[in-house]
Structure formats: structure tokens, C-alpha cells
């Protein structure tokens, strides 16, 4: 390699370049020498040679020049020279040129093709038959024998079989031969357009020389362009193998260390065959992060990788490459496999091909089974096996068989399994490694090819609460307020029982909050809940929507009362009877069962009273003692009805049994003729045994129909009808309550009761009637409701419990066959049991005058008359009237009637009485039992004859001039006392002086009097019968 270094431009030719040459000897003055130099790029490739000749010109001892030869002779026998045309020889060439190929006393040459050009220099190349390039040729040459020496070498290259330079130089204007030196390798490269054609075999051509005469030209055997790498099959892949003897392609495999790899059918080359395979295994298509590629023969076509590392859940790839004797390769991937060690997670298996798992089924042919949840998070489902046995995890019945990835499966049985039979399925997931999950047993189903049974007909026990009419009670006191807590009962909020006529007894309950009540029952035992309820009710106060809820096994419902836009009042003698009837079942879940009952919200209350739970029992029915023409209840399913204004119910009850698979679900419709539909279409209510609708309308007189149909769990159905009821929308006509009393009027002097009434219903009938008396309208204290001895009249004896002066209401409550109530309360009957009381009574007479003076102190100057006067009698149960009897000397009268109006005075004509007699006024008081009272007396003096004068004079004297006194004493006389008027005046008839002056007195002082006049005196004297007799006077002064 020549140091060197750029100089300066020379024209268009570049940078000059320079460079300094050591020799080994010194040089000759004179002598030619031959310079040669050729460039070498950076990868290694050198450039064609330059030549020229150079003759040594001594500048002094110790060094000279070069003198570049313009002119020179051919230096070998076919005309080299260096100063030549380029690419030409020199025409003086002397010939005689010798081959020597072959000759041992020269040394021979081996020529190499190559297409590693790092091998250039390699002193044992490899020949190489094939070459990828389409732009070059290489060889390395070597002598193989010793003899003369090679003292330059020229290369060429051709098609083979062509002379040198054929296909790749133009012979007549590219330098064919290349001068190289002593070179033993070369490369050609061809300048565009020229290129390799492919699948044509060239060979290197190597000329050596021996000297200027002696040559031998030799040859490679031969290179072939093949510039295509093999192709890969379109249709073929490279397989991921469990086993190389079973070359199917696998996506999964359970081995961490091993995995076969084929290729067969993969990989074709058409022009120089395949060379060897390299086959490598990653994490990613190509890859070779697992396995490295390792050497495979040609005539290997699968090949196993062992002692690898590989992780579960991992896909790998298998990669292979195909390289040609032109060293190209192609690579093939494989689609992947994953390792999975996991077996599959187990799911759950159904019996049956439905959403949810069966427990049974109507045939006995016929298996089947659905299944979900299996899964594998590495190699997933591949396939499902499926068993089923009489036993869980059998295989009796159905062998175990692939049903591929279906999740479901069905199989018809060549023989009938028996009723009742449970059957069990197995199923087993297998992963598309092979791994197997855990088997998975379903939880068995039974054959049941019978539909439900009807039971027998529903017999109601007694009611099993404690004071279900809340008539016992205890009175609390919760901050400052009292409250009446029904007994037996737990409370939460405010409960209030309200001593009033109720539903049923005496008292009902008034709820703002809940009632809890624990009742013994019999586990798996069927029972009704009725009870009553309505608003509460505030005078004057829209009635808006209420709900109450009710609690217990299984039960938990929220039930409305019925609205009315209005307002709701109390009348004197009738109770409001819109008590809503609420049907409800359970079934017992424990020996206690307990049962709630409350209102909905804070602020709004409702109304409770009779709450019945009985025991269902089934079984032959007993006709009822009074027989109903309207419902027997002779069918399986009992039905009841309940009307309240516009708002109709219909409660129906019915019980199915199943032995095999049990009851799904009942459906109910409520039609107007069997098995209709026109009121209500099939409903479900589950598992109910009962159905309820409050949202009919009804017609009055029609027949309701219930259809009850029952589907067992194998889909198995049985229908059962209800006897027709009768739609009753009205109530009982009930009217005209009376009780017997002692005369026309509402009083009684004792307490037997005898009341009756009358009651029809065109409709339904009269189912019976109940009674109840109290001490209010619609109240029941004395004698709680009870029914009735007929459907028109009852008796009993309350003289025990009855006192004076207690009113008794009878309240009558009677009830159709449809459960529809009318209630009628009477005006009440008093109890009257004494005496008026007298110890507070007056009596007064009333006089009157015949004059214009009014009597006094009981005198009167009639005769044949007595104006009477009374108060203070008492009696709590009123004074019927009042009489009277006037007793004398010379006469009594019988009693007289007065006052039956109400009256306290009266006029007593007719009589004949006595002048100067007294008579005695009696007075008593008479109460509505005809007892009569003490009596009240008063007198009376009877006096006819006015005042009279006995002739004696009246006296006045002057004690003063201006004083009178008039003294009269004993001039008047009469039967009684007597009272005065004086009047005295100037003049005769005048009051000047005094006017109308009365006195008790027979005396009367006068002051201020004018003597000297005379006065007038008029004196009146009035007796007790206001009687009377005036006297007149003059009076004048004397000095006598």
C-alpha cells in the first residue's frame, strides 16, 4: 500500500496525488523502469491499473529523476507496452509466444470462484459454484507446484465456453485483459446496464506470465448467477410439531423442553436447489431468542429442538430458513404455539337446554344438559366430553362421548328411563393442549311425566291471635298524653285504641306505626291472614290516599285503601262501614310465625280492627250450618269477594300438590263464564297458592269464574275451575231498629232487651247478623257483638249491668253472602229505674187583681181560679209532666196532668173558693217510667170584700206653722193588712203639696206646709187582694 497524499488540481483531472516509493536496491542510471498503480476504494475493491515506463536520469552521485518513456517497444510477445493506445497492444509485437500450460518446469495455477470477498486473500479458498450477484465476479488463484515462477498475472472473465471477455466486455473497445501483477485474486464488477445474466455459468480467466515469451492461461470451472432466494410455498407453512413422525400442526403443547419443526414442501429453488436449513425458535416470528439457528441438512425436513426453557402461557415461534448454493436464504415462520401446563377451569353444568338449570323434565327418552364457565386463559377450549349416569359422576345411562365445543347437548335414550328417575350429567372440559379440567357433575334432574294433583277442598281452623278485636287494653302515659295500648300486641310509633263501635266488638285501633303479634304455627302448614281496615277519619278534612303494608312468612305487601274525593262524617245514629276486607296466605317456615301490620309514612294513620289468622286445612269440607245457595265452596279453589263503593276485590285461594318435581308456577283468570277471561287474563303469582286483584269493575248480579292452572318444574300443567260466585255490589237492606220499652216512648224500667229489625237482600241473601249494645251510638260496652238469635230480632237480659237514667243504643250489623255489611244503630232506649227529685222544687202561685192595686203575700180576689207556678224538679232521665192538687177546709181535688210540653206553670179554673179561707197548691213531678216525685207545696187566701171605714175620724194637728201631722189609725178596716196612698193638694182633687204617698203606716208627717191655706186630703187604703177604699179630708190650721 503507497502513502500518499493529495496535491494540488490539475485541470479537469483532480487533485494530484503524490506519494514516496522505497526501493530495495539503487537504482541504475539508465535503466527503464515499469510503474503500476491502482487505486482501492474503501470496501476493497481496486480500480484497473496504470502503466508507464520510466527511465532513471542521474541528476548527481546521489540522486536523479524519472523520465517518463513517450516512446517504447512491445515487452512481451503479444505486445504489451506501456505506452500503447489505451486498452490496445502495441503493434511491433514479436510473436512466438509459448503455452505452458501444463508444463511441469512451470508453476501451474489453480483458479477459484468466489463470492466472499473476505476470502480473497485466504490461502485454501473454497470454489464456489453459484453466485447471488448480479454485478460481479470474484476469484483467488494459487500455484500448485513449483517450477518456474509467475512473474505477472492478467485476468479476464466470459460465459463459459465463449472466448474471454464474451458476455461481459465489449471485445472491441473494453480492455479485456487486466493486468494484476502479482495479484492472486481479482474482482470484476460490471457498470450498469451490464449485469449477471441469470442461470449463465461464467468462468475467471487467469493468464500467467513466465517471462516475456512463456505463458499458460487458465480458467475456474465455472460460476452461475442466482440472484433469487428459494420461494416459499403459498399454500404450505412450517408446522410446529408434538411429533416429527406425525407432522400435524399444533397451536399448543404441554412440553416446557421440547417441539418439533417442519417444513416439508415449504421452500423451492429452481435454479441452483436447496443448500442446507437453519432452524431457530423465539417469542417473536423470526426470532431466535430461545433457540439460536442451528444448521439442518438439506435433506432434513423436520428437525426436534430439545433441552429447551419454555414458559407456560408463552406463544413461541418456529423459524427456518432455506439457503440456495448462492448462499440466499428465505425465512418461513410458523403460525405459533403456546405452552400451557394449566388445566382447563372447570364450570358449571345445567340440567336441560334452558337459561337455568332444570331440576326436572317431562320425558324419560330424552337426556340432555347445558353447560357455561369452562375456560383456559392459554391454549382455550378445544372440546367438551359429556357423561350421564343415574348416579352423580355415573355413566350408565350415557356413555362419555366428544361433543366438540358445543355448550350444550341433547341425546334421545333407546329405552325410557322410569318416572321420577334423577339422572346426573358429567362434563369435562379438554383445553387444545390436551389438559383435561376437573370433571363437573350437574346437580341431577328428574323425569316427571305427571302433571300437579288438585288436593282436597280448604277447611279454616279458629283464630289463632291474641285479642285480635283489640278490645283489651292498657292505659299509658307518654309524654303527657294518654294512650289506650292494645294488649298482646308489640308497638312501634303511636297506636291508639279507639273504644268505639268497630269492625268487629267494641274497639278498633287507630295506627301510626306498626302492630306485631307472634303466633304459634306448624312449620310447612298453609294459613290466611284477613283482616279490616279503613281511614281515619277527621270531620270537615279531605280524604286522601292511604297505604298500609302487612308482614310475615314470605309476605310482604303494600296495600291501598280506597279514595274518596269528599269528606267523611260521624251521624248520630249510623256508622260509616267502608271497612276494607284484605285477604292474604303464607306458608310457616317456623313454629312461630310473626305477623305486622302498619301504616305507610309519618303523618298518615290507618285504621285496624279484627285481624284473623287461620289455619288452611284441606281436606273433605263440611257444609256450612246455614247453608249458601251462592257458594258452597264444593270446588278447589275458595274464592271471596269484597265490594266498597266503585272499588272491587277478588281474593282466590287453591293448593296443588306435585310428589316428582314440585310446583313452578300458578296462573290465575278471572272470567264471567269457566275458564274466561274477560275480567283478568292469566296472571302469574309464582308459587303462590293464592291471587288477589282490587282493580275490578264488576257488575252486579253476574257470576265471577277463577281458572287456576298449576305448571309443575317438568312443564307439566293441570287446570281446575272455581264454582261461579254471585257478584253482589250491594249491601243488606237494613232498616227500622226498634226495642220494646214500656209504652210508645224510648224509655224502659228495666234491662231485658228485646229488639228487632228488618233486613233483605234480593241478591245474595242474609249470610247472618250480629248485635251489640252501648252506651253510645255504635258502641258496644254492655253487650258486645253477637250474633243475632234470627235474621230479625234478638233478646238479653242487661238488668245486672243497666242503672237510672243510662241510655241504651242498639247497633244491628247484618251480612250478605257476598261479605257485604249494612250497620244501623237505634235512638237509644233510657233506663229509668227512680223517682224524680223534688228536694230542690218551688212552687208559686201567680195573683192577679181586679183592680188596678196588685195583690199581695198569696191573696187573690178571684174565686173560681189559681194561677200555679213550679221549677227545681230533677231527673237525668227527664220529666215526662207534672201534677197538681189544691186542698182546703171545704175542698181537695184529685191530681191533675200538666206540663206535658215541657210546661211549668199552669191556669186551674172552675174552682169555687171561700172569701177569707186558705187553700193548699201541691205540685209533683212525673219522669218518663211513671214514677212520680215528692211534692212542692204553696197557699193561697182567697178575699173578695174591699176596705171599709168604722166611722172614726182622722186627727190633725200643727206641732209647728209649717209643720202637719195626720193621724188616721183605725179609721179603715179590712181582713187583711193594709197599705196606704195619700194625696194632699190646695185645691180640691190637687197633689200640689203630695202626690200618691203610700204607707203602711196610720200616720204621716207633713213639713213646709202653708198654714194659712187649706188642704185637701185624699186617703186610699189598699188590702192584700189589692182591694181598696179611699176617704177625702179637709184640712186647714186653727189656732184652737
Partial sequence: MLNHQDGISHEDEGAIQTGVINVTRDLIPGEHLYIAIWAVNGVGLRSHSAHDSFEVVQSNSASGILSLLRRCSSQSCQGHCTCGPQNQLCHDAPGGCQDVKGDANFEQVEVFDIINYQQLDAVNPVDIDYTPSHCSLAASWKTTNTGSDVVRYEWSAGEKGGEPGAGLFDLAFDTVWHDIGLNTNAVLTLQRPKALEPMVEYVFYVKAWYDDVNFAMYQSNGITADYSPPDISKSRKVKDVLDTTKLVDTDFTTSTSSIGVSWKSVFTDDHSDIEHFKVSLGTHPGGEDVSAYSLVPNSDLSVELNSLQLQSGKRYYSNVRAYNLAGLYSTAMSDGFMVDTVKPIEGVVFDGLGLHDANYQNMTDVVSASWHGFSDLQSSIDHYIWCVGSTSGGEDILPCENVGLRLSASRKLSTHQQNGQMYFSKVTGVDAAGLQSDAVMSNGITMDTTPPEVEERFVFGDNIVQNPSFEEWTLVTENGTEHKTPDNWQVTGVVDTITSAGQDGNSYIHIYGGITQDVTTVVGEKYQVVFYSRHIYHPHNPIGTQEGFIQGPGIHHVFSLYQRSGHYGNSDNTMDTDWHRYVYYFTASEVTSTITLGSVGKNNGIAIDNINVRHVGLGARDPPSIPNPYNQYSSAVHVETQVLHEWNSVHASWNMVDLESSIQEYMWAIGTVP??????????????????????????????????????????????????????????????????????????????????????????????????????????????????DTHHSSSTDLSASVS???????????????????QITDDGVVIVMEEPDASHATVSLTTSSVTHYPTQGSHQPQTNAVNIAWHGFQDVTGIDYYQFSVHGEDLQTEWYDVGHSGQSFTVFKGLYLMSYKVYQVYVRAVNFGGFHSDTAMANITIETENPITTGTDIVSSWPELWKLVLNWDGVFHSNSSLTYEVTMGTVRGGSDVMKWRETDKGELEFIGIDHTKEHHVSITAINQAGLYHTQNYIVSYTTT
Fill in 675 to 788: 275458564g274466561g277471561t274477560q275480567l283478568q287474563g292469566f296472571t302469574s303469582v309464582g308459587k303462590n297458592t293464592y291471587g288477589d286483584n282490587s282493580d275490578l269493575h264488576l257488575s252486579s248480579g253476574s257470576k265471577v269464574h277463577i281458572t287456576v292452572v298449576g305448571r309443575n318444574r317438568a312443564d307439566l300443567s293441570t287446570v281446575i275451575y272455581s264454582d261461579p260466585i254471585l257478584v253482589d255490589l250491594t249491601p243488606p237492606n237494613l232498616c227500622c231498629v226498634k226495642v220494646v220499652t214500656d209504652s210508645e216512648n224510648k224509655y224502659k224500667s228495666n234491662g231485658v232487651m228485646n229488639a228487632s229489625w228488618q233486613v233483605t237482600d234480593p241478591d245474595s241473601d242474609i249470610d247472618y247478623c250480629m248485635w251489640a249494645i252501648g252506651e253510645n251510638p255504635g258502641s258496644s260496652e254492655l253487650l258486645p257483638f253477637t250474633r243475632t
Fill in 804 to 822: 237510672h237514667g243510662l241510655t241504651l243504643y242498639t247497633t244491628v250489623r247484618c251480612y250478605n253472602y257476598a261479605g257485604l255489611q249494612s
